[in-house]
Nanobody, 126 residues
Framework: QVQLVESGGGLVQPGGSLRLSCTAS????????IGWFRQVPGKEREGVSC????????FYVDSVKGRFAISRDSAKNTVYLQMSSLKPEDTAVYYC???????????????????WGKGTLVTVST
């Protein structure tokens, strides 16, 4: 069972920034495409962004394009999600996962494991 750990969430004002981290202790993240998802209570979990394993290509859903940036630091075995110009509608619990990206379509992103970590809560509010 692949276990990833998310961190970096918190309370931020609209227009602010946060950087989320996704780490793993028992395998190398660089071998996998890694995706970020988010979930608001009462709603389905939605994919947000992905970084490919093969060439480091990045993908974003339209609602975060231009505001979020996903990246890898292989030395630290960490994938980051830099979030800027945050909006109240970005408020959610954020999760990372190993993923498949059929047709390189972010809207088709699927988690490889049927397991989710605790996630990290991002609250955008005044």
């Amino acid at each position: 069972q692949v276990q990833l750990v998310e961190s970096g969430g918190g309370l931020v004002q609209p227009g602010g920034s946060l950087r989320l981290s996704c780490t793993a202790s028992e395998f190398r993240l660089e071998r996998y495409a890694i995706g970020w998802f988010r979930q608001v209570p009462g709603k389905e979990r939605e994919g947000v962004s992905c970084i490919s394993a093969a060439d480091g290509s990045t993908f974003y859903v339209d609602s975060v394009k231009g505001r979020f940036a996903i990246s890898r630091d292989s030395a630290k075995n960490t994938v980051y999600l830099q979030m800027s110009s945050l909006k109240p509608e970005d408020t959610a619990v954020y999760y990372c996962a190993t993923v498949a990206l059929p047709h390189r379509d972010i809207y088709s992103m699927l988690p490889l494991e049927d397991y989710w970590g605790k996630g990290t809560l991002v609250t955008v509010s005044t």
